[in-house]
C-alpha cells in the first residue's frame, strides 16, 4: 500500500488526491501506512534546493526523495 501510494502521490493533481486516497483504502481496507522518510535525505534535499535558489517546501522534498 505504501509503495503505491507513495510512488503514485506527486503524479495526481491535488483535485483527485482525495479520489485516489479512497481507492487506495479500499483496496487495502483497515491499513493505515504512514509515510516513511529518511530525516538525513529530507535534510540534504532541502539544503540543495536551497543553494539552487529554490524553495524547500514539503511537497517539492517528498518528490525529490
Same mark, same amino acid.
Given at each position: 500500500?505504501? +509503495? @503505491?501510494? $507513495?510512488?503514485?502521490?506527486? %503524479?495526481? %493533481?491535488?483535485?483527485?488526491?482525495? /479520489?485516489?486516497?479512497? &481507492?487506495?483504502? $479500499? &483496496?487495502?481496507?483497515?491499513? $493505515? +501506512?504512514?509515510? &516513511?522518510?529518511?530525516?538525513? @535525505?529530507?535534510?540534504? *534535499?532541502?539544503? /540543495? +534546493?536551497?543553494?539552487?535558489? @529554490?524553495?524547500?517546501?514539503?511537497?517539492?522534498? &517528498?518528490? *525529490? /526523495?
Amino acid at each position: 500500500m505504501r +509503495a @503505491l501510494r $507513495d510512488f503514485n502521490w506527486p %503524479k495526481i %493533481k491535488v483535485e483527485d488526491r482525495m /479520489i485516489f486516497m479512497g &481507492l487506495i483504502r $479500499d &483496496l487495502f481496507p483497515g491499513i $493505515d +501506512a504512514k509515510t &516513511l522518510v529518511d530525516e538525513d @535525505l529530507r535534510v540534504v *534535499c532541502g539544503d /540543495i +534546493a536551497k543553494s539552487k535558489n @529554490l524553495q524547500p517546501e514539503k511537497e517539492f522534498v &517528498l518528490k *525529490c /526523495i
